[in-house]
């Protein structure tokens, strides 16, 4: 059930700990209501019954002694009564009391009841008959026989005591409920807000961390609770923040030293052209300018690539693909760009995925392999327990251990190939693998059983 807007919005202007403490005391005060009005109507009822009991034994030993000696003998018995509070009457069959345990009660009987030989019933009176003052009285009467006359032996208490005891209880309660609820006030009061200045803490360390600082961490309270657990998860989040501003700068300052070379070519090569007023050096210019605005081009669509798969920002068209068909264009593109023979073992097999964005994993894990291969380039396409492999292979040195998984990283050349000229941009791998890993796939690099470096990628078969 949600509450009114008005309501709501009062309770958010009262903050957390004024809403805990509120929240505790209303609990804590109804259950102290439900659990005093449980207590007083338990009390009552045991009070009754102990009442009941005396006087249902009572009675049922006068009236044992009538049936079996006679009314004089219980006249005698019930003389002592009175020491303990009970106030007894025999009664016959005309309603005259022949026996009672009191002078004064034998005017009248404290009771209407007229209980069969044998029988009891019960009655609460406001008045008896002979008994000065106002107040309840618990009457229990029993049916007895002697001889052919029957008798009622009536049995009575006060029951102002237990009203007393009751009431008593009732006032202790009303008296201690608001002590009791201004202790759980301000116990919750101090608990929350102790809790709330280590929130606080955490909250003020978090305020102050900026750019600039974001190798700063907040303090983790050595207690094992929730609070510990928001400091040790916030400090996770710092470093998951650091780590992905480092690797943004890293990013940029990548890329900004990749396009610096054929800016840098490019501007000499105007300004040479500018400079030569027959024209001639253009012709010998242009080439390579040519050749540098293509390599930019690719490096910022490699850039663009990037930076849309760390923001989600691509989508993968995904359809039937024959994998088979995508590699044999690649596989003849290579050939007829290339330098190093090209071999193949190709099986028919279906995939699902984006086709350009599958052309392009294997476009430059081949050109990798061409640019590292000493003679040939060998492709091997094969369905494996519910997987497409393929392996790219390549007669040069295979990728060292150490460097298997750094090969992938954005910007990284091996030792053997850190030229720009030869040794591409760095980026190839890393969007490879990255979009190989949307398409539910992997991509490994090892070495061969013959020795060749190969570069594995694995994607699921169409189902």
């Known amino acids: ?81 009175a020491r303990v509070d009970l106030l007894i009457q025999i009664v016959d069959a005309s309603g005259k009391v022949v026996e009672a345990s009191d002078p004064s009660l034998k005017t009248r009987p404290m009771s209407s009841l007229d209980s069969a030989p044998g029988k009891s019933e019960v009655q609460t009176v406001s008045t008896l008959a002979g008994v000065p003052g106002d107040g309840e009285y ?17 049995t009575a208490r006060s029951v102002q005591v237990q009203s007393d005891t009751v009431r008593t209880v009732a006032l202790f309660l009303l008296l201690a409920t608001p002590v009791l609820l201004l202790i759980v006030g301000l116990s919750v009061r101090f608990l929350v807000g102790r809790s709330l200045r280590q929130v606080e803490t955490i909250r003020s360390q978090v305020a102050v961390i900026d750019g600039r600082r974001l190798g700063d961490r907040v303090d983790v309270p ?58 001639r050096a253009w012709q010998d210019i242009a080439p390579v300018l040519q050749s540098e ?53 190709v099986q028919p097999v279906r995939v699902a995925g984006d086709p350009g964005r599958l052309a392009q994993i294997l476009r430059n894990v081949l050109d990798n392999a061409e640019r590292h291969a000493l003679t040939t380039v060998r492709a091997t396409l094969k369905p494996d327990k519910g997987e ?25 050349r091996l030792d053997e190939s850190r030229s720009r000229d030869t040794g591409g941009s760095g980026l190839g791998l890393a969007i490879a693998r990255t979009l190989a890993e949307a398409h539910g796939g992997t991509i490994t690099t090892g070495q061969a059983p013959d020795g060749f470096c190969r570069f594995e990628i694995r994607l699921p078969l169409l189902d």
């Open 222 to 279: 050595p207690t094992r609770d929730e609070l510990a657990a928001l400091a040790t998860t916030m400090n996770a989040m710092l470093s998951r923040i650091e780590t992905a501003d480092t690797a943004q700068r890293q990013f940029l300052s990548h890329a900004s030293h990749e396009l610096r070379s054929p800016l840098t070519t490019l501007r000499t090569g105007l300004e040479v052209s500018a400079g030569d007023p027959t024209h």
């Open 1 to 81: 059930m949600r509450l009114p807007r008005t309501v709501s919005g009062v309770l958010d202007r009262w903050g957390i700990r004024n809403q805990s403490t509120a929240a505790a005391v209303g609990v804590v005060a109804l259950a102290l209501l439900a659990g005093g009005v449980l207590l007083l109507v338990l009390l009552q009822n045991a009070l009754t019954a102990s009442t009941d009991s005396v006087l249902r034994t009572k009675a049922n030993d006068v009236a044992a002694l009538i049936t079996s000696q006679d009314v004089a003998e219980a006249g005698q018995s019930i003389s002592t009564a």
């Open 138 to 154: 618990y009457v229990v009467a029993t049916g007895a026989r002697s001889g052919s006359e029957k008798y009622v032996v009536l």
């Open 388 to 412: 497409a492999v393929l392996w790219i292979d390549n007669d040069g040195p295979p990728v060292p251990a150490p460097e298997r998984e750094r090969i992938f990283e954005r910007f990284v």
């Open 293 to 345: 605005t293509l390599r930019m081009g690719h490096l910022v669509e490699d850039l663009l690539t990037l930076s849309k798969a760390d923001d989600s920002g691509f989508t993968l068209r995904r359809t039937d693909v024959d994998l088979d068909d995508v590699l044999a264009t690649e596989l003849s593109r290579l050939r007829a760009t290339g330098s190093r023979a090209v071999v193949s073992q």
